[in-house]
């Protein structure tokens, strides 16, 4: 009891006794996560009401991600699983015209959908401003940004080459070059100047030092959100966590200890094996002449100079009265593989990866386990594609789309007050592959017959266009007729016996009567 609590109570013991069980209904709670008994004193977090962390936060949780994917196996091949499962060879465009929304024919439908498809083919090889990459490996990049950085950001820019088909192109941007200038307003946050509800009205992008490193080039280049039409003239995208967010998160901000702890733990325990494997021989003069001989000897020799390390085949000489010592930590233990399993799983609940795609490992499961495992890993995968899609790869697409209109490559009558419907598509990513074919054919093929699914659903999860599916297959089937080749069950059918025509009765044979015997 302090010295108030022993004032209160010598002046009146009732409100003393209030104030103690004041404190004890203080420190419990009806939530176990929210106690303050000694247990959970040292539980101190400290309340924020900011959605976004601090700009030194967020700059050091982006340099120890890009560290972690530079230098850790486990965060690079995380990283390569993500990306490689949800953007993988690109995300493709199907469009897909409503005829009854435009009010148009179906053919006529079907004719602008092969004109816009034409249009997005031939503008993806051209689709970086820098001339590098395709609009693929922008995916690629763009999702790798995003995984490591928590955010991306890309400017639509106009290149003025005259050997480029369409004149739209995307600059990629570094996170970090998305700062608040020295002389910032009270409405700038994080880099972007907010409106009045919240909503970004200019980026503060800071100019690009192209590859020199002066850190004190801290000039800033005012870009708007949008244009007078409404085009995003800055693509920033970040999974949003919290309302009012205004920067992404690295993916790996809740699991950076972990790996440096894992990290740390298997170097010690590589170091530890090293130092096992090595075959040392000591030697210890006895004789106290040779031992002040050898103490003035040449150091590069090795004679008489002190030992710092050892190495496999190691002999040295020692003084007289020196020893060795020799530290047997017996590592590694009985708990490493454990250990190892267990950080392994913590991190992939995390990231929401099975344990087995973290280590790409199916050694030690069985056919169900791993069905299961893939199909969990296969809905995160998908929840990603289709927010990614619309988040950075639609945007693109609208305004690529627009462009050709006015280029005349699209007959799209009352495109401005159809925009939407003309810019509407399906974004198909690469196919999951199969478990078992055999079962999963049929299972297709059972829920299209029973009205579950469509062709354009199971095709899509193969990566496969349903329309060039059928086309392919259309022409496939003319050359094998004009070839006049027969299919396998053409041949089957054929050499099985014809079950429409009854086989012919055998003649009934009368059985004989049983004569009895007298």
């Known amino acids: 009891m302090n010295l108030i609590d022993s004032a209160i109570s010598a002046i009146s013991p009732s409100w003393a006794l209030k104030r103690q069980m004041l404190r004890r209904a203080m420190l419990s709670s009806a ?12 539980w101190t977090v400290f309340g924020s009401d900011e959605s976004t962390p601090a700009d030194s936060e967020l700059s050091l949780l982006r340099d120890r991600s890009r560290d972690a994917n530079r230098n850790d196996p486990i965060a690079c091949g995380a990283t ?12 493709k465009p199907q469009s897909r015209l409503r005829p009854e929304m435009l009010g148009i024919s179906p053919e006529r439908a079907r004719d602008i959908q092969k004109q816009i498809e034409n249009v997005w083919q031939t503008w993806q090889p051209y689709a970086d401003s820098a001339n590098r990459m395709d609009f693929a490996e922008m995916q690629l990049l763009a999702m790798t940004k995003i995984i490591e950085d928590g955010e991306v950001l890309a400017l639509p820019v106009w290149a003025t080459e005259p050997w480029r088909p369409l004149s739209r192109s995307i600059e990629m941007i570094e996170a970090h070059r998305l700062g608040t200038p020295m002389n910032k307003a009270a409405d700038v946050q994080a880099g972007i100047r907010l409106g009045k509800r919240g909503q970004p009205m200019t980026y503060f992008i800071r100019r690009s030092t192209d590859g020199k490193q002066n850190i004190l080039d801290l000039k800033y280049t005012p870009i708007s959100a949008f244009d007078s039409a409404g085009r995003p003239k800055v693509l920033h995208v970040f999974p949003t966590k919290r309302p009012g967010q205004l920067r992404g998160i690295p993916w790996f901000a809740p699991v950076l200890s972990l790996f440096k702890d894992l990290a740390d733990y298997l170097e010690a325990e590589i170091v530890a094996a090293r130092v096992a494997a090595c075959l040392a021989v000591f030697v210890t003069k006895q004789d106290p002449m040779m031992s002040a001989i050898s103490m003035g000897a040449d150091s590069e020799t090795g004679a008489g100079s002190r030992i710092q390390s050892i190495e496999p085949g190691l002999v040295s000489y020692l003084n007289t009265g020196e020893g060795i010592n020799v530290v047997d930590p017996k590592r590694p233990g009985d708990s490493f593989p454990s250990y190892v399993e267990t950080m392994l799983r913590l991190i992939g609940v995390s990231l929401g990866l099975p344990y087995e795609l973290i280590l790409k490992d199916f050694s030690k499961t069985n056919y169900s386990s791993a069905r299961a495992s893939l199909l969990e890993a296969r809905r995160m995968f998908t929840n990603w594609r289709g927010w990614f899609s619309r988040r950075f790869c639609q945007p ?41 074919p055999v079962k999963e054919v049929q299972s297709s093929q059972m829920a299209i017959d029973a009205g579950l699914t469509t062709l354009a659903e199971e095709a899509a999860g193969q990566g496969r266009d349903w329309e060039e599916v059928l086309e392919q297959r259309a022409r496939e089937q003319l050359k094998i007729r004009e070839l006049g080749i027969q299919s396998a069950a053409e041949s089957e059918k054929k050499a099985a016996p014809d079950q429409d025509e009854p086989e012919p009765d055998e003649p009934e044979q009368e059985e004989p009567e049983n004569e009895e015997t007298e």
């Open 31 to 42: 939530y176990k996560g929210a106690d303050h008994s000694r247990l959970r004193n040292n």
């Open 396 to 436: 693109i697409y609208d305004m690529v789309i627009e462009e050709a209109f006015l280029r005349d490559m699209i007959d799209a009558p009352n495109f401005y007050e159809m925009k939407a419907e003309y810019c509407r598509a399906a974004w198909i990513g690469g196919g999951w592959g199969w478990v078992d």
């Open 80 to 91: 390569e699983t993500l990306k490689t499962n949800i953007v993988g060879q690109g995300l």
